[in-house]
């Protein structure tokens, strides 16, 4: 069993401006009629909007299923939305790959660096060795540093063009991370 999750996490909203857009964009989402403009406590004790009656136009197959969507939760707060496996991309070699061993500790390292605020930690290829800003690295699964992600749980895939919409409402680049608790 357990719960899938997609999150589409900013990745250059600063602190300070992340409550507020995730207002404006709870507001543009109840408006559309995907969520409920109210949030209930009732998913792992989260704070929640459950699904409004127009959330199956967010998704790439409406009607795929509808039993168990649980709602979503705006994470406002300095956080690092992950998946496993990690999978990553080099920006300068190119090469794709899972961190392990050394490479793996040294991703952790600089991910808790991160989480205890240091925005600019650099991450070094272990192919290449060049460095690049933690929050810069992307892949097929990359991890999300942020402080505003939008967390759909239990929902059918979304689309790309509902993503690219939020993408556009929010005004920043954004990661999708995908997983299951």
Same mark, same amino acid.
């Given at each position: 069993?357990g719960? $899938?999750?997609?999150? +589409?996490?900013d990745?250059?909203v600063?602190e300070a401006?992340?409550?507020r857009?995730a207002? /404006?964009m709870? =507001? @543009?989402?109840? !408006?559309?009629?995907? +969520? ?6 009732e998913?792992?004790g989260? @704070? +929640?909007?459950?699904?409004g #009656?127009?959330y ?7 009607n ?7 709602g979503l939760?705006f =994470? =406002? /707060?300095?956080?690092v939305?992950?998946?496993?496996p990690?999978?990553?991309?080099c920006?300068?070699?190119g090469?794709?790959f899972?961190p %392990?061993?050394e490479s @793996? !500790?040294r991703w952790? %390292?600089a991910? %808790?660096? $991160?989480?205890?605020g240091e925005?600019?930690v650099p991450?070094?290829c #272990? =192919?290449?060795?060049v460095? !690049?800003?933690l929050?810069e $690295?992307?892949? %097929?699964?990359p $991890?999300?540093?942020?402080?505003l992600?939008?967390?759909f @749980?239990d929902?059918? #895939?979304?689309?790309?063009?509902f993503i690219? !919409?939020?993408t ?5 680049r954004?990661?999708?991370?995908r997983g299951?608790l």
């Amino acid at each position: 069993m357990g719960n $899938w999750y997609e999150i +589409i996490a900013d990745r250059d909203v600063s602190e300070a401006e992340a409550p507020r857009l995730a207002e /404006r964009m709870r =507001v @543009w989402l109840a !408006e559309r009629k995907v +969520i409920e403009a109210t949030r209930k406590r009732e998913f792992l004790g989260k @704070w +929640i909007h459950r699904p409004g #009656p127009a959330y199956q136009s967010t998704l790439e197959e409406p009607n795929l299923y509808t039993k168990t969507v649980k709602g979503l939760e705006f =994470v =406002v /707060r300095r956080n690092v939305f992950f998946q496993m496996p990690l999978k990553l991309t080099c920006g300068a070699c190119g090469v794709r790959f899972e961190p %392990d061993g050394e490479s @793996w !500790e040294r991703w952790s %390292d600089a991910a %808790d660096a $991160w989480c205890r605020g240091e925005d600019t930690v650099p991450y070094v290829c #272990p =192919v290449c060795g060049v460095a !690049e800003r933690l929050t810069e $690295w992307t892949g %097929d699964a990359p $991890w999300g540093f942020g402080f505003l992600g939008l967390e759909f @749980w239990d929902w059918a #895939p979304l689309s790309e063009q509902f993503i690219r !919409e939020v993408t556009e409402q929010l005004g920043h680049r954004t990661v999708v991370v995908r997983g299951k608790l």
